[in-house]
């Protein structure tokens, strides 16, 4: 699999999707350091939401091959700014969760914006879309 950053604020789920791509119990845990798998490389909303603490992102982004903004389907703003995606020298794709709570279509317009081409809208409870992200995040050949 590519080595995949996962950035987005606080409750966006992040570590819920790691849950559900490796097929484990979903069960709330907050993330409070980089979590570092196999592949998936989860970080604390936190590092996103506070400027001095976006350095580290930018580090671990060095170390991915994707790195993919996730935003909520019911979020009411986007944390990413327009065009972010021409600061990251790795591909970047946006990640839509909780399209259970709401249409994607709002999250899905911001991660455009962003820059990010390529959008998978997922619901991590009930694994809807969870396979296609994993089909795209695997290696070829
Ligand atoms: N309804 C719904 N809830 C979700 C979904 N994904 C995550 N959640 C819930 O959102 C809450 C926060 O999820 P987390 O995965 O802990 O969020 P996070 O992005 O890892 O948060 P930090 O670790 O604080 O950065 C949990 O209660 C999850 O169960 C989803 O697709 N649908
Ligand atoms: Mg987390």
């Known amino acids: ?23 484990e119990t ?36 060095y170390e991915a091959e994707i790195v993919a903004l996730l935003i909520a389907a019911d979020e009411d703003y986007s944390l990413f700014p327009p065009n972010i995606t021409c600061m990251v020298n790795r591909e970047v794709i946006g990640i839509v969760t909780k399209i259970d709570k709401a249409s994607p279509e709002r999250a899905e317009r911001w991660l455009k914006l962003s820059g990010c081409e390529k959008i998978f809208p997922i619901n991590s409870h009930t ?15």
Not at 5 to 21: D, E, F, S
Not at 44 to 55: D, F, K, Q, S, T
């Open 1 to 23: 699999m590519k080595k995949t950053l996962l950035v987005g604020r606080h409750g966006v789920g992040k570590t819920t999707l790691t849950q559900a791509i490796k097929g």
């Open 26 to 61: 979903i069960r709330y845990e907050k993330t409070q350091y980089m979590l570092y798998g196999d592949w998936l490389i989860d970080s604390p909303g936190e590092y996103a939401e506070v400027h001095g603490l976006g350095a580290a992102l930018a580090i671990y982004a």
């Open 127 to 141: 694994g809807e879309g969870v396979d296609k992200l994993k089909a795209y995040l695997r290696k070829q050949g």
